[in-house]
């Protein structure tokens, strides 16, 4: 009786021992993450934007917003490394009340909680600004990954991503297109013109991402009746020990919108032959565009 329950605790512990390998195994020796996600809402691509009275700003009322396509893939890669190791993503944003419509899309699709900074004094920043105040916020929270869009379709600025690392004093990878992580260590392929860089960095790091990385799920509706029970966060700038004079003054402005100039229509080359139509495309390439 005594060999019969030294076996069964025996072979309790090997078993006992072979999950933990497992879990090691999968979670890549790393162990539980904790992921962040820089996400800001945009007009929608497809929505016509009109340029206001003033010519510094544009109509928004309306304007279709959405989730900026590049932050798309940060979400989206973020729920596939807490997938692959555990723990959690949660979505930081900054803006008005309408940015939470897209902090509760990304909750929807598997995010775990948002935090919102809507202040008065955050509304117009530039992009270091804006990374001044996330990373004010990053500071009072654990994090091991930060994931971030490569650039916003807005503004075009590519800055936020970098200016948050720069902040925190982390190492920044900028348009990656795979990662992996081991070891508390994160290895990533990123473009650059003419091919790929392979770039290796510890933990905690920031990322941001780009198209080809991945391919963004859909929310589902079991997702979208979830994240209305998920933890939201609203917060200002003094809540997180800023103010106006804290984030500073911006460096840069707009100086001016204007709409591209109108494509003239355009023109039919008329000729009997091959040869007329040359001849008539080379007389009005030269006379009428004066590029030859």
């Known amino acids: 009786m005594e060999l019969f329950v030294f076996r069964v605790i ?47 700003s544009v109509k928004t009322g309306d304007v279709k917003w959405v989730i900026n396509p590049y932050d798309e893939f940060a979400v989206e890669e973020a729920l596939r490394i807490k997938e692959a190791h555990g723990g959690s993503v949660t979505i930081l944003s900054t803006g008005t009340e309408k940015v939470v419509e897209a902090i509760r899309t990304a909750l929807a699709m598997g995010a775990d909680k948002g935090i ?44 936020v991503g970098s200016a948050v690392a720069e902040f925190l004093n982390i190492p920044a990878v900028t348009m990656v297109m795979k990662e992996t992580i081991a070891d508390r260590r994160i290895t990533c392929n990123r473009t650059v013109e003419g091919g790929i860089v392979v770039v290796e960095a510890a933990l905690p790091a920031l990322i941001t991402t780009q198209r080809g990385l991945n391919e963004p799920r859909y929310a589902s509706l ?63 390439l030269h006379e009428e565009a004066k590029v030859v």
Do not use: W
């Open 116 to 159: 919102l900074i809507n202040d008065p004094a955050a509304y117009n920043c530039d992009g270091l600004q804006t990374a001044k105040i996330l990373a004010a916020v990053i500071k009072t929270m654990p994090f091991d990954l930060i994931l971030a869009g490569q650039r916003a379709v807005d503004g075009d600025n590519y800055v």
């Open 222 to 284: 079991p997702g979208i009746m979830k994240a209305k029970k998920k933890p939201l966060e609203i917060k200002t700038l003094k809540d997180i020990g800023l103010d106006a004079a804290g984030i500073g003054a911006p460096k840069t402005k707009i100086i001016s919108l204007k709409y591209p100039p109108e494509r003239k229509g355009g023109k039919m080359i008329a000729g009997e032959t091959a040869a007329d139509k040359a001849k008539a495309l080379v007389k009005a």
């Open 10 to 56: 025996r072979l309790l512990h090997c078993l006992f021992e072979q999950y933990q390998f497992n879990q090691h195994s999968m979670k890549g020796g790393t162990g539980k993450l904790e992921v962040i996600v820089l996400l800001k809402q945009v007009p929608s691509t497809e929505s016509f934007v009109g340029i206001s009275e003033n010519g510094l």
